[in-house]
C-alpha cells in the first residue's frame, strides 16, 4: 500500500512498525483467551479497592473533562516525593511523558543514547521525532553506565536514557552508582531516568535526587506497582522549567477524569501498595525458583517480573512459542545477546499455578525442536 | 524564568499558552465551585447508564492495559458508519488525534488554513510542530468556505481544517456545500473536517463522505453528544493510507481500557444519544428564547451551544465575568469579530434555572460598567 502523498518525509520514512504487539492480538490469532497473563508486567493483583471505588464514582461524573491542569493529583503527587506542583508533571504514561520529552530536546539529527535492548518505546519516539538513537551493549545483565556516559561523550546526545530498575532484565544499579552517573554526566546531556518499576526496588536501589536538578528528569508509573495500566497514568519529576515547557505541546485534556481519580486514590492508599510488593517479591521467588528448577538461570529483579535465562536465543523463543499455545502469556527481549532470555511477570497464585503446571511440558517441546 | 537550554528551537519559540483554562482553574482562582457548567460544551446529561456500567466493571481489570489495536471498538465505529476497521483510528479524543495528523503531514514552515476564531486546539497543533496557521475571516456567523478554498490554493495548505457543525458559532453548512468543497478542494490539500457535533445536526447538515475518498478525513468524538468528555476517546474516519500511518507515531497504549470499554458501551446506546439529542434541541431553545428576552440575539445552532450576540465584545467579556461570579461558567469565542458573542452549552433545566436567574443581574451589571 502506497503511502498517503501528504505525510511529511519524516513520516513517510518512518517504519509501519510498533513498539509492542499487544496480548489481544495474539489472543485473535489464536482464536483463544489466554489463561495466565504474565507478559506485559501487569499486576494482577489488581488496583486499589479504594481506586477501584474512586473511579466507579468518576464514571458517572465522566461528561466532565479532566481538569487540565491535574491540580489535585500533582499537588498530592508533590507532597508524596516532598516538593512542589512544579517539579510534577503527569501525563499519559510514561510512554506519553517519553514522546513529549523527546520531542520537546530532540530535533531531527540529534542523538539519544540508550542500551541495545532496552525500552522499545523510547527508541520508537527517538526514530519517530527524525533524531538517533545511540546504543551500547548491556554488560551481562546489567546497563553498562561507563559505556552509556562514553556515548553520550562521543555523540553529543542531549538524552541519555537508563532504565532503573531495568527492564527487560530486572537488574538493577546502587543508588550511589545512578549518582555517580549523574555527576559525570557531559553538560549537554540529560539524564532520563525511567523509575517504572522503583515501588519494587530493594532499599539502596533509588537514589535521593533533588527535583530541581536540572541534569536528570525521572519518569514514574501508576501501570506497574499501582496496578493501574489500563488507566495510563504516568508523571515526570524534575526541573520547573524543564516540565513547564510540556504545557506547550501537550494534549491538555488527555488526562481524563477518572484516570485522575483512579490515580490519586492509589496514591492515597500506600497499604495496598506495599500489600502488592510483598505478594510480588513472593511471586518472584517463586518464578525464581521454578526457573532454577527446569534448568533455567533466574536474574535476580528488582521489578515485578523475573528473566530467565534459557541459554539460547532459539530455546528462548520457543519456549515463549510453547508456553503461548498452552494458554501463558509472556514476553522476552528482542534484542541479541538479552534474547537468549525471557520475561515472565510476577503474578497472583492462581496464574503461577497454571505456569508451573505447562513450563515444564513447553520447555520439552523447546529443546527437543530444531 | 529562563527556558531549559536543552530544548529545541522549535520548542524554545513556542509560546507558554495553552489552548483552554479549565473551569477548575476558574474556580481555584475564584475559592468555590460553579453551580452550573454550561462552558465546556459537556453533556450534563451525562454518560449512557449502559457506558457508566461498563466503566464500572472495566475499573476493576484496570490493571490491564488497554487493547493496543482496539479490536473490539474499531470493529464497532466501521459498522456503525457502515465501512471496515482500517478506516477507523480511535484516539485520545479529536485534541489527540488532530496533533497526530498535524505531526504526520506538516513540516516546518507547511500551511494549514482555518477560520480565524475556530478550534483553537488545532491552532496550537499546528504552531506546535512548526507550522504555519493561514487564518480566513468568518463570513458573518458562518466559516466562508470559498475564502477557505481560496486561501489553500495560494498557500498550498496541506490541510484545510474545517468544523461542521461549527464551534464556537454553533452554524453549519449544508451537506452539499462540503460536498462541493471537497470537489473544489486543491489537489495538494486534505479537509480536515471536524464532526464533533455532528450527532446534533439536522438532517441534511452532514454528507455522505466515502471513508475511502483520499481528499477527506473526518474527526468524532465520545466527547460531547455522548457525555464522556472525561474519558477522552474520539476517532477519525478516512483513507486507509493515511490511517495507518497513525501507528507509526501515536502512544500505542494511550486508549486505556475503561476509555475503550466505555466508548464501545456508549456506542451500543443509541436510545441515550437519541434522548441527549432531544433533551439538548429542548435546552438549546430555552437558552435562545432566554437570550432573546434579554436583548441578546441568539444564532442559529446546530451543536449543543448556543452562541449568542452581546453586540459589542467588551459586553460579551463583561457578561460572562459577571456569570462567573454568580457561578456560572461559560466561554467566549476567542477572536474579533466572534468575540462580541458569549457561548452558552445546553445543559439540563437545573443548570439552565440557574442561568435563568443569573442573566439578568449579570447583564444588567454588564451594560452598566464601562
Not at 310 to 322: D, E, K, M, P, V
Request: charged share 15%; glycine share 8%.
Amino acid at each position: 500500500m502506497a503511502d498517503d502523498p501528504r505525510l511529511t518525509s519524516l513520516a513517510a520514512a518512518l517504519p509501519a512498525t510498533v513498539p509492542f504487539t499487544g496480548p489481544e492480538t495474539l489472543e485473535r490469532r489464536a482464536g483463544c483467551a489466554f489463561a495466565a497473563r504474565l507478559g506485559a508486567n501487569e499486576s494482577g493483583w489488581g488496583p486499589s479497592p479504594a481506586a477501584i471505588a474512586a473511579m466507579q464514582t468518576a464514571a458517572a461524573t465522566a461528561w466532565r473533562y479532566g481538569d487540565p491542569e491535574f491540580h489535585d493529583l500533582r499537588a498530592a503527587l508533590a507532597d508524596h516525593h516532598g516538593t512542589t506542583p512544579a517539579h510534577v508533571m503527569p501525563g499519559e504514561g510514561i510512554d506519553g511523558l517519553l514522546g513529549l520529552l523527546v520531542r520537546l530536546t530532540l530535533a531531527p539529527s540529534d542523538v539519544a543514547v540508550m542500551s541495545a535492548g532496552a525500552y522499545p518505546t523510547f527508541a520508537f519516539h527517538v526514530a519517530g521525532f527524525g533524531a538517533r538513537a545511540e546504543t551500547v551493549p548491556y554488560a551481562g545483565h546489567h546497563e553498562d553506565v561507563d559505556a552509556l556516559l562514553a556515548a553520550a561523550q562521543r555523540t553529543g546526545a542531549k538524552l541519555l536514557y537508563l532504565a532503573n530498575p531495568d527492564n527487560p532484565m530486572g537488574t538493577w544499579h546502587a543508588a550511589a552508582t545512578i549518582l555517580r552517573l549523574i555527576d559525570r554526566l557531559p553538560a549537554h546531556s540529560l539524564l532520563v531516568l525511567d523509575e517504572a518499576y522503583a515501588d519494587f526496588a530493594p532499599a539502596g536501589a533509588v537514589p535521593h535526587i533533588d527535583p530541581a536538578d536540572p541534569r536528570v528528569i525521572r519518569l514514574r508509573t501508576f501501570s506497574k506497582a499501582h496496578g493501574l495500566a489500563g488507566l495510563r497514568v504516568g508523571y515526570a519529576i524534575g526541573p520547573a522549567t524543564l516540565l513547564s515547557a510540556f504545557d506547550r505541546v501537550r494534549n491538555h485534556f488527555g488526562l481524563g477524569l477518572i484516570a485522575q481519580a483512579g490515580a490519586l486514590a492509589a496514591l492515597g492508599d500506600p497499604a495496598w501498595l506495599a500489600h502488592v510488593v510483598t505478594e510480588t517479591a513472593r511471586a518472584r521467588h517463586r518464578i525464581a525458583t521454578l526457573g532454577r528448577d527446569h534448568g533455567l538461570a533466574p536474574i535476580p529483579s528488582a521489578t515485578n517480573f523475573v528473566t530467565l535465562d534459557c541459554g539460547s536465543a532459539a530455546i528462548a523463543a520457543r519456549t515463549l512459542a510453547a508456553l503461548a499455545t498452552r494458554g501463558v502469556f509472556i514476553r522476552k527481549p528482542m534484542v541479541a545477546p538479552l534474547d537468549r532470555c525471557i520475561r515472565i511477570t510476577a503474578g497472583p497464585p492462581p496464574a503461577l499455578d497454571i505456569l508451573a503446571a505447562v513450563l515444564p511440558p513447553a520447555l520439552a517441546q523447546a529443546r527437543t525442536q530444531s
